[in-house]
């Protein structure tokens, strides 16, 4: 049966793009966010994601997109990432290379709750897909299927990497995440020593490419 069309998402005029996928994967993985758009310097919507009307959703990253190079400009050094968060609508405004940026739209009370992780992701794999040289380092999280993935049994048992599923060692428990999150240091049957977190979406991530 075909789901109700309230449930579908607005059609797209604009085509995909390489860029789709990250900014698809960023909005899902975030909770609350409603829509992902990355501008370049003028503002123009290069590529964008999520819910919501396509021509709203560009005016809005638009107008950010003024505002943080306005934010550059003034005393203190140049405004890497802004943050609004109210109760009604929460944005968060992160600048890339070469004056590009990227715009996540949330949900009230929502721009705190967008993951570090996730972020760090997309931002890789756009400038990678772009060609830029970025300026600093970027963290390298990954995305990681991790078995069991019932909310009620958090330890991993079971992790897909290199094309196939290998068993976990738990080490450890990591400390200092947020409430919800979930971090462990493992053992790969491979040998790998890594760390694994799951978020409140029941999104696992890992802390290095393995080679």
């Known amino acids: 049966m075909k789901p109700p069309l309230r449930h579908l998402p607005p059609p797209r005029a604009q085509g995909p793009s390489a860029f789709t996928t990250f900014l698809q994967d960023l909005q899902s993985g975030c909770p609350g966010c409603r829509s992902v758009a990355f501008v370049d310097r003028e503002g123009e919507a290069v590529d964008y ?4 009307d396509e021509f709203d959703i560009k005016v809005a990253a638009a107008h950010w997109r003024i505002i943080l190079e306005e ?5 203190g050094g140049i405004a890497r990432r802004i943050i609004i968060d109210n109760s009604r609508r929460s944005y968060v405004i992160e600048r890339l290379p070469e004056g590009y940026a990227l715009v996540l739209i949330c949900s009230g009370r929502a721009a705190f709750q967008v993951s570090e992780r996730a972020l760090s992701a997309c931002v890789r794999g756009l400038c990678r897909e772009a060609g830029f ?7 390298t999280w990954v995305p990681v299927e991790v078995y069991p993935r019932h909310p009620r049994r958090r330890r991993p048992e079971w992790a897909h990497v290199d094309g196939g599923w290998q068993a976990v060692d ?3 428990v990591l400390m200092g995440l947020r409430p919800s999150e979930r971090g462990y240091r493992v053992r790969l049957a491979g040998g790998a ?19």
């Open 170 to 172: 738990v080490l450890g």
């Open 71 to 75: 934010a550059g400009a003034l005393p």
């Open 193 to 211: 020593e890594v760390t694994l977190v799951r978020e409140p979406l029941g999104h696992w991530w890992m802390d290095d490419e393995l080679d």
């Open 49 to 52: 994601a999520g819910r919501g």
């Open 133 to 139: 040289q970025t300026e600093r380092p970027i963290a």
